[in-house]
Structure formats: structure tokens, C-alpha cells
């Protein structure tokens, strides 16, 4: 069972979304929020594997819980799926390097909610159809310092290529088809990339990617998995 926690300030939206989630034999809604300071004690106490997060809400939005959730080591754990009404909102960029798993907007169909939470338990990023990559390169001058090589210093050329490809969007089977790999082999390349960057899950390393100046605005047509 998949133990969930939604954080929003509308009662319509929260009764919406447990209604939505409950109905599916493998997810629990245990807890809602109406504020941010709500949701962070939500968590603390619940310790749910997913929480939906909005981000503007009264007492500390949803980015400052976001903030606050992936510091905590006791609920770090938690994984952080930030829903915005915004297609471009720049402030997700902020909540995705606090450490959230990813985003949806609030129109996205029913499924995609279902899925995000499922998706985001699993351990992976959960990146909203069509926006992500958007967003990223909308707000890349935001997202980059001057390009830092000494931040990829650690990994091997074929770990900046798989890197370099994850920046891109493509998923390991693509990678994997791309260099001539296995899926699997790829999947290992990405999991000792995350381990060696010390990143949470794919989406920090598509930031890290473009932070480092290894993938630039416009590099790749696609959008990111979960297209």
C-alpha cells in the first residue's frame, strides 16, 4: 500500500484528490493540509511515501515545506510531487533542487495523478507531460551559473555521456540504444551517476546537466520521460 498525504488550501481540491486516490486498491490518502506549516507536520507525523504538494498556500507555501521535508532527514524519505496551476512557474525550479521528485499542473487528467503517485514511490522522477522540459528551458539562465566542469570532475566520459543524454530526456532504454548498451547497463550508469553527484533522482540530474553547462536550452527536441 502506497500511503499518501495531499497538501493544497482548497477543500475542493483536497476532497478531490483523496477521493481520486482512494478509490485505487494500492494507494491511501492518510492525511490532508491546508498550509504549508500543515503539511510539514503532516509528513512528520505520517511519514507518507508521497505527499501532492501545492505550492501556493498561506503559513509557508508549499516550496518552503518542500524546503523543509527533503532537509529532514526523518522525512527526507517522503517524495515530494508539487502541483501548480502554473505551466511555467518558475518557482518549481526552486522546490525541484529542495529535493521535490517532480510536477504536475492541476488540469493534467486523472490518471496522471494516480500515476505521479505511483510513479514517485517507485523511487523515480515524476516529470509532467510536455511542461518539464519547458520549464527547464524557459528558466535556464536562472538554473545555470557560469558552466563548472569541476562538478562533473568524479564521472568517467561515459558517465558524462549518459549524463548528457539524461539532460536530454531520454529514458535508459533510449540511452541504452544510443551508446549501444543494455537498458540495464544504462539504468547502472544513472544510479552510479546519482551516487557519485549525490542527486535525489533524475529530474536534479537533468538540473545538474544543464547547471554544469554539459546539456544547453535547446539541446533535444523531446520532451523528458513521461511523455
Not at 483536497?14 to 486498491?25: F, N, Q, S, W, Y
Not at 525550479?93 to 487528467?109: P, T
Not at 532504454?173 to 543494455?182: N, P, V
Amino acid at each position: 500500500m502506497i500511503r499518501v498525504a495531499v497538501a493544497d488550501d482548497q477543500p475542493l481540491i483536497r476532497a478531490g484528490l483523496r477521493a481520486l486516490l482512494d478509490a485505487e486498491p494500492d494507494l491511501e490518502v492518510v492525511g490532508e493540509a491546508g498550509t504549508g506549516a500543515d503539511a510539514v507536520a503532516l509528513v512528520a507525523r505520517e511519514r507518507p511515501d508521497v505527499v501532492l504538494m501545492d505550492i501556493r498556500m498561506p503559513e509557508g507555501d508549499g516550496l518552503w515545506a518542500t524546503e523543509r521535508i527533503a532537509a529532514d532527514p526523518a522525512t527526507a524519505p517522503t517524495r515530494v510531487v508539487i502541483v501548480t496551476t502554473f505551466e511555467l512557474d518558475e518557482y518549481v525550479v526552486r522546490a525541484i533542487r529542495a529535493g521535490a521528485s517532480g510536477f504536475l499542473v492541476k488540469d493534467a487528467e486523472p490518471v496522471e495523478f494516480i500515476r505521479a503517485v505511483r510513479v514517485a514511490a517507485a523511487g523515480d522522477a515524476l516529470l509532467s507531460p510536455t511542461v518539464t522540459r519547458r520549464l527547464l528551458e524557459s528558466v535556464s539562465d536562472s538554473l545555470r551559473r557560469p558552466p563548472d566542469e569541476r562538478r562533473l570532475a568524479g564521472l568517467t566520459d561515459r558517465e558524462r555521456e549518459v549524463l548528457a543524454l539524461v539532460g536530454q530526456g531520454l529514458t535508459n532504454e533510449e540511452i541504452g540504444g544510443r551508446l549501444h548498451l543494455s537498458p540495464l547497463t544504462a539504468k547502472t550508469h544513472v544510479s552510479r551517476i546519482l551516487g557519485k553527484l549525490g542527486a535525489r533522482d533524475r529530474v536534479q540530474l537533468v538540473v545538474l546537466a544543464y547547471e554544469s553547462g554539459l546539456v544547453t536550452p535547446g539541446q533535444g527536441e523531446r520532451a523528458l520521460p513521461g511523455e
